[in-house]
Structures are given as structure tokens and as C-alpha cells.
């Protein structure tokens, strides 16, 4: 079943990352988060990770309400631990959702918080490839040591 799960979380993975101006980071100890765009130029991040879960969700990510009530029904969804009150839900397996399912959750998580970013947010996801990196390349320059990611 380990092969099974890391073949999926590969799978997912790869899958949010082709997102338009998705980015990755590693925190809070062994969660890959999602971003809508880098969090330097005020990305909101949209699903987690889990790499080490075992007694908890393997995957989180924000629903809305209306998503997150539908959501909540299914055997194997609950509230995400510290997110629920942003409407995030939690699966605590690979197998709560089938694939494409997930999938189509996960592309609606990251649409549904990229709606709700601020104007001026939503004018730098706007901004032509070069222009984002560069002003990315900038923005994290900028940060204190240690807060580059």
C-alpha cells in the first residue's frame, strides 16, 4: 500500500504543480503547501501534504463553504485540523476520494482561493511570466533571513 500512496501523492503532486503559477514549499515540519502564487508576492496557499501523516489527514485543502458542507458528507473527509474555520477540509487517506475526483477538488480549491486574492494581488498574477519571476526573484530577496520560503 506504500507504493500505491506515494504513486498518488506523485501523482497530486505533479498535478498542481502544472497549475498556472502554482508554487511548493515545505513547512510546519514535513507538509508540502500549495500556493497560488509565491507567498513573497502574496500567493495564498490552497492544499497541503502531509508527507509524515499516519494518525492524521494526508491531504488538505480549502473548499469554500458550500464545497466543504457537500464534502464533509463523504466517509474518509472532516474538517481540516486549524483550517476549518477557512472552510478546508481534511482526507485521511489517499482513498477518500477517487483520483480524478481529487483531482477536480484540488484544481476547484485552487481556483476558489485565487477568486477571493486582493486586486492587487490578482494584478500581479496578471503580470507577464518574465515581469512575475523577476518580481518573485525580488520579493523574496527582500525578506529577512531565514523567510525566503
Same mark, same amino acid.
Given at each position: ?7 498518488? +501523492?506523485?501523482? /497530486?503532486?505533479?498535478? +498542481? +504543480?502544472?497549475?498556472? =503559477? ?7 515540519? $514535513? ?7 509565491? &507567498?513573497?508576492?502574496?500567493? &495564498? ?10 494518525? *492524521? !489527514? ?6 469554500? !463553504?458550500?464545497?466543504? $458542507? ?27 476520494? !477517487? ?15 485565487? $477568486? ?11 503580470? !507577464?511570466? &518574465?515581469?512575475? =519571476?523577476? +518580481? /518573485? *526573484? ?9 523567510? &525566503?520560503?
Amino acid at each position: 500500500m506504500a507504493n500505491a500512496s506515494a504513486h498518488l +501523492l506523485d501523482t /497530486v503532486r505533479a498535478a +498542481l +504543480l502544472e497549475l498556472p =503559477r502554482v508554487a511548493e514549499t515545505m513547512q510546519w515540519g $514535513s507538509n508540502l503547501v500549495f500556493w497560488t502564487m509565491d &507567498k513573497a508576492v502574496g500567493g &495564498k496557499m490552497f492544499a497541503l501534504i502531509d508527507l509524515d501523516a499516519v494518525e *492524521r !489527514p494526508v491531504l488538505a485543502f480549502a473548499a469554500g !463553504p458550500q464545497r466543504a $458542507s457537500h464534502l464533509l458528507e463523504i466517509d474518509g473527509i472532516r474538517p481540516a485540523p486549524y483550517l476549518a474555520r477557512a472552510h478546508w477540509v481534511a482526507c485521511d487517506s489517499w482513498q477518500a476520494l !477517487p483520483l480524478s475526483q481529487l483531482l477536480l477538488e484540488l484544481r476547484a480549491a485552487y481556483e476558489y482561493v485565487g $477568486s477571493r486574492m486582493p486586486a492587487r494581488v490578482q494584478r500581479v498574477y496578471e503580470l !507577464p511570466t &518574465k515581469e512575475y =519571476r523577476a +518580481l /518573485v *526573484r525580488e520579493s523574496r530577496a527582500a525578506l529577512p533571513t531565514g523567510r &525566503k520560503r
